[in-house]
Nanobody, 125 residues
């Protein structure tokens, strides 16, 4: 069982930065054993994968955030982070931290069993 708690969301103007954090707890395994990532959902839209990291430290990003967002994890602190720079209004969404046992075969919401409660990011123009 893995419990995920996000923090760091908020409101920012376009061009600004935010860092999301996800604290993982209640697992007998270190978080580096899990495939983790971030999904987001904007009003009226489907959830989409934003960034992901696997147990080997390999990362992937949706095209719209490449070069602007960076995913990382601190295994000692059991924390997953998402550094978001050059934010745009279209980045406005609820952001969710996710995790599951590796490998994750398809980068889709149904592949991840553990979800945080979400943290809101709002970017104004």
């Amino acid at each position: 069982q893995l419990h995920l708690v996000e923090s760091g969301g908020g409101s920012v103007q376009a061009g600004g930065s935010l860092t999301l954090s996800c604290k993982a707890s209640a697992s007998e395994y270190p978080i580096e054993n899990y495939c983790m990532g971030w999904f987001r959902q904007a009003p009226g839209k489907e959830r989409e994968g934003v960034a992901a990291i696997d147990s080997d430290g390999n990362t992937r990003y949706v095209d719209s955030v490449k070069g602007r967002f960076t995913i990382s994890q601190d295994n000692a602190k059991k924390t997953l982070s998402l550094q978001m720079n050059s934010l745009k209004p279209e980045d406005t969404a609820m952001y969710y931290c996710v995790a599951d046992s590796c490998p994750v075969l398809d980068w889709a919401p149904y592949e991840y069993i553990y979800w945080g409660q979400g943290t809101q990011v709002t970017v104004s123009s």
